[in-house]
């Protein structure tokens, strides 16, 4: 579908009410550290760019990926954190014999996933009065080109266009960048917009 | 008599999070399960006063799996404790026989509050 600017407003406010809910769960989960936030950038480009979409395609990161599906709407969503920003999160959630890749810090980062992409979800289901469901995450640490390239070459029926919502936080002093894929499948960009009354 | 527990969430470091607050909080952890369908195998095990039940996980769904429960036995207590907060699934999960249910993350209290309201 065309996207126009009243679309493309409906996807910022989205994302700015998402990037809000994301950074107060984070916060709760850091034991109430204040996390500040910059207006999240939200960008939509074709499908054949997501490879570089994030900058460098060589960059380490590590993406949880979730599919969400309900009421006629179908997308896949994945959280994108360059490696060093998952791992400086890990080590401040999990106790400090724990190595940051291993088992326990795999795990934390998917339920760091479930968490933040639900507080998007969150936000969507409450904007279109949709109820989505999620699925399970799943992980991948690898180079940023070759990891979001094998998500695309898996999915049939998507929409020509992918949704990329770059958030930054500020916490402990430094920045943290977390980069958010929304894949909607055909159709499913339509109905939201249609529920929402902007065509 | 002993307060157990079973929970059942499919991320090990949610499961852990949830044991060390349930044990300051009483209760004995009897069993950890990963999915709906050791939920529900487990329950009927082990029969423990109270499930924590996670509603997103693979092979069968935490709604499902207190359906299940519920079915085998009316008594049975489930806390739901999921990052999905949206009303139609909080509806949804307190339909399917849930006590309660706590939105991810959350803080130890809110589990204790939750325990609190049980036991009452």
Not at chain 1, 96 to 107: F, K, N, T, V
Not at chain 2, 5 to 26: P, Q
Not at chain 2, 36 to 64: C, E, F, H, W
């Amino acid at each position: 579908m065309i996207i126009n600017e009243c679309h493309k407003d409906l996807l910022a406010e989205l994302a700015s009410i998402g990037a809000g809910n994301a950074a107060t769960a984070l916060s709760q989960m850091l034991q109430d550290q204040v996390i500040t936030l910059q207006v999240p950038e939200v960008k939509i480009a074709p499908l054949q760019d997501i490879p570089a979409s994030l900058g460098d395609p060589e960059q380490e990161v590590a993406a949880v990926l979730l599919e969400a599906s309900g009421d006629g709407v179908s997308l896949t969503v994945v959280l994108v954190l360059s490696l060093q920003a998952a791992v400086q999160l890990i080590t401040r959630l999990l106790p400090e014999d724990c190595d940051p890749l291993g088992e326990m810090g795999s795990s934390l980062l998917m339920e760091l996933g479930n968490i933040l992409v639900s507080s998007y979800l969150g936000a969507l289901s409450t904007m279109t009065g949709f109820t989505l469901r999620l699925t399970p995450p799943s992980l991948g640490l690898d180079m940023a080109g070759a990891l979001l390239g094998s998500v695309i070459a898996e999915k049939m029926m998507l929409e020509d266009n992918f949704i990329l919502i770059k958030n930054t936080m500020h916490a402990f002093n430094e920045d943290i960048e977390g980069n958010l894929l929304l894949l909607p499948e055909t159709g499913s960009l339509e109905k939201i917009y249609r529920q929402m009354g902007v065509c | 008599m002993e307060k157990t527990v079973l929970i059942v969430d499919d991320t090990a470091f949610m499961r852990m999070t949830l044991k060390n607050i349930l044990v300051s909080n009483g209760y004995t952890v009897v069993g950890e399960g990963e999915d709906g369908i050791q939920a529900v195998n487990l329950y009927k095990k082990l029969r423990p006063s109270l499930v924590t039940m996670d509603i997103t996980m693979p092979n069968m769904d935490g709604i499902k799996a207190i359906k299940e429960i519920i079915e085998y036995d009316d008594q049975a207590v489930i806390i739901v404790v999921s990052a999905m907060g949206q009303k139609a699934l909080v509806i949804d999960a307190l339909n399917a026989g849930a006590k309660d249910f706590v939105v991810k993350p959350f803080q130890p209290d809110r589990i204790a509050e939750a325990l609190q309201k049980i036991n009452n």
